[in-house]
């Protein structure tokens, strides 16, 4: 059974702070990585994906990739209210089905 | 340039009622998920079809739920005589062609809550 974990939260922290995210997955074959924000009622949107071991940055947001430990973590610099949500990791292992985890919720505090 | 499209938006349907839900691909993308999310729990995959043809149905339940993606036309994902625990937002996604070394991130459909009483 392929997996995706995550801890469920919620995480808290104050606005201006690092929000560190993280995740972990059971399929070693896996190659694509992706990290989803989905608000409350709403559908998930995408906000970043990696391929490669290391990080990838965009904007305040940086992905990191370790896949010998099958860990990858989004970091979330200078969180904002705003960016309270649910996040979604997901991993797809080369075929055409991508798994989801439970997902972490964040909370940003004002 | 519309993204994906579902509907209906909402859904209310009576105990064994039939359930029927649209998705329309982002333009360029001939490619077709379909996720379920039950309340406070992450997206199941249920299926994935490109036009004509189903890839992978290994999360669909064995009875009463089916999908299609005709020629002509949105994907439909239908579920007969529905039951009091297929209450939950389906959502459809799309994405380019995957390929051998890389799948694309999905964009999601704003989903369609189907409320079973």
């Known amino acids: 059974q392929k997996e995706v974990e995550q801890n469920s939260g919620p995480l808290s922290v104050p606005e201006g702070a690092i929000a560190s995210l993280n995740c972990t997955y059971s399929d070693r074959g896996s190659q694509s990585f992706f990290w989803y924000r989905q608000y409350s009622g709403k559908s998930p949107e995408l906000i970043m994906s990696i391929y490669s071991n290391g990080d990838k940055e965009d904007g305040r947001f940086t992905a990191q990739l370790n896949k010998a430990s099958q860990y990858v973590s989004l970091l979330i610099r200078d969180s904002q209210p705003s960016d309270s949500a649910t996040y979604l990791c997901a991993v797809n292992a080369g075929g055409f089905k991508t798994i989801f985890g439970a997902g972490t919720r964040l909370f940003v505090k004002a | 340039n519309a993204g994906v499209m579902q509907n209906p938006r909402h859904l209310v349907r009576r105990r064994g009622q039939e359930a029927r839900l649209r998705c329309s691909p982002m333009?360029?993308?001939?490619?077709v998920y379909w996720y379920r999310q039950l309340p406070e729990e992450g997206l199941k995959f249920m299926v994935y079809l490109q036009k004509e043809n189903i890839i992978d149905e290994s999360g669909m339940p064995k009875e009463r739920f089916s999908a299609e993606f005709p020629k002509e036309g949105p994907s439909i994902l239908r579920i007969q005589q529905v039951v009091r625990g297929d209450s939950a937002a389906y959502f459809c996604?799309?994405?380019?062609?995957?390929?051998?070394?890389?799948?694309?991130?999905?964009?999601f459909g704003s989903g369609t809550r189907l409320t079973v009483v």
């Open positions: 996604a799309s994405s380019p062609r995957p390929t051998e070394r890389a799948n694309y991130g999905y964009t």
């Open positions: 333009k360029g993308h001939s490619h």
